[in-house]
């Protein structure tokens, strides 16, 4: 995050951009928040639920892994993952926004686009991006660079899976990808 500082647009800016759109008075979840800056700038507007491994009572961090956070089903307007989507268990963390979301409820992620796989975010064959399968995101192995054989596209196309409809997607930044999608109704995957 301290390095997003340095990039020509901020992910979170463009996250907050999304959230702040929502009717006042919704409830967003900020999963793997780092210092809950999501929440510090939209707390006139939103109730947020910052959640990270570690807690701080000041900020309002709640400690959780995002495979499982302390909120009912069905109970935020939307999920934040800024950065956020790192180590083995992403999959889950998506599955997660998935039951805590209401339908309709939006998922915003914004991800380094190395993440997804080379300079483009296309992959190249060789990659760690989530496959789905029986309603599970199943982690692929990481190529020498790092890099991604599904790409952003495959990654979109698992979240559909997983009962989610694509808003929009936008490449525009040199750094990182912004992904927003809603919980279709019915929530269960396809």
């Given amino acids: 995050r301290h390095a997003a500082a340095s990039w020509p647009a901020n992910p979170l800016d ?12 919704s409830v967003v979840a900020d999963f793997g928040c780092g210092e809950a800056a999501l929440a510090a700038r939209l707390r006139q507007r939103h109730a947020v639920h910052s959640f990270d491994l570690v807690a701080d009572e000041a900020r309002g961090i ?20 800024c950065l956020s989507l790192m180590g083995i268990d ?4 998506l599955l997660e926004a998935r039951r805590v979301l209401k339908p309709g409820g939006k998922l915003v992620v914004a991800e380094v686009r190395s993440r997804f796989g080379g300079k483009d975010g296309g992959g190249d064959g060789s990659g760690d991006v ?12 990481s190529g020498k660079d790092g890099s991604s054989s599904a790409g952003v596209s495959r990654f979109l196309r698992a979240l559909e899976a997983a009962g989610f409809a694509r808003v929009r997607r936008d490449d525009s930044n040199s750094h990182f990808v912004l992904l927003v999608l809603r919980k279709r109704d019915g929530g269960a995957p396809k």
Avoid: H, M, W
């Fill in 14 to 25: 463009a996250c907050i951009a999304e959230v702040r759109a929502l009717d006042k008075g």
């Fill in 62 to 81: 709640v400690a959780a892994s995002t495979t499982d956070v302390p909120l009912e089903d069905a109970s935020c307007d939307a999920v934040v993952c």
């Fill in 90 to 93: 992403y999959g889950k963390s």
């Fill in 130 to 141: 989530a496959k789905r399968s029986k309603n599970k995101f199943k982690p692929q192995q």
